[in-house]
């Protein structure tokens, strides 16, 4: 971003200031990385094994290294890709090595459906910080919830997206998750897959801890808070300029003259 494009984004930030919500980075793109890591607004974070693939990573170790050292001391998950819960606690203790501020990822349950709850209860007492994933429900919160030692740092992630795209609405869900955790003070909660830049102000509202967003979404901050008659004076004069560029053109018979 140049001079002049971190002046528009900082002019049209403000908002984003009055939020309690942790935005967290979410991509496997290490030259995104690193520029998110300079902006204040981004807390920390989160990749998976599906990003990295889009985004060709062929060294899980050497990329995840990259990120530590782009990143400093924000928090950064990297996720577990073994289906088998020994090696992905193996797995697990070798990804937390690799440092200080690392949480690793988790799946709430395996491709068979089996719960890793025993998995988190080890981890956890290990003190590995987890960040568990993949969860829908209230109910899957609970379950990992209880599995938490309640002296280590913990994330609970819940693709509230996910359940948006089944036609339900994700804030009272989200809510109950929150309210779940409250006795948990080591846990927080993660709004993961976004589908707009609402979805912050949903998560804020609510009260919870993290929201995930990706590249896609993060290229929309700086609409955050703009006004609206600007925005909407803006689309007329895009659709002005783009209809002129393209040479359109519509034959009109001439006005009659009295």
């Known amino acids: 971003m140049d001079t002049a494009g971190r002046r528009y984004f900082r002019g049209h930030m403000s908002a984003l200031t009055d939020l309690s919500v942790k935005i967290f980075a979410d991509g496997a793109d290490l030259a995104g990385i690193s520029a998110m890591a300079k902006n204040p607004f981004i807390k920390g974070f989160t990749t998976n094994p599906t990003l990295m693939r889009k985004a060709n990573v062929a060294d899980y170790r050497a990329f995840a290294l990259d990120v530590v050292r782009v990143v400093g001391d924000l ?16 797995q697990a203790n070798e990804i937390a090595r690799w440092g200080k501020n690392i949480y690793v990822k988790v799946p709430v349950t395996n491709t ?3 719960f890793a ?8 007492r290990q003190g590995v910080k987890l960040n568990v994933t993949a969860l829908m429900t209230p109910g899957q919160v609970a379950q990992v919830a209880d599995c938490l030692w309640p002296k280590t740092d913990a994330c609970i992630s819940v693709f509230a997206g996910r359940v948006a795209d089944t036609g339900r609405d994700p804030v009272p869900l989200m809510k109950e998750c929150v309210d779940l955790l409250a006795p948990y003070p080591k846990a927080e909660l993660i709004w ?11 998560a804020d509202s609510i009260g919870c801890h993290i929201i995930t967003v990706t590249n896609d979404l993060l290229a929309k901050l700086p609409l955050f808070g703009k006004d609206l008659l600007t925005y909407s ?12 560029k ?11 003259r009295l």
């Open 192 to 202: 993961a897959s976004p589908r707009e830049l609402l979805n912050i102000v949903h």
């Open 117 to 124: 709850g025993e998995l988190i209860r080890r981890l956890s």
């Open 75 to 90: 928090p950064v998950s990297f996720e577990v890709f073994s289906d088998d819960f020994e090696e992905m606690e193996d």
């Open 112 to 114: 068979r459906g089996e």
């Open 246 to 256: 393209a040479g359109f053109n519509i034959d009109l018979p001439q006005r009659s």
């Open 233 to 244: 004076l803006e689309t007329v004069e895009m659709f002005r300029r783009d209809a002129v």
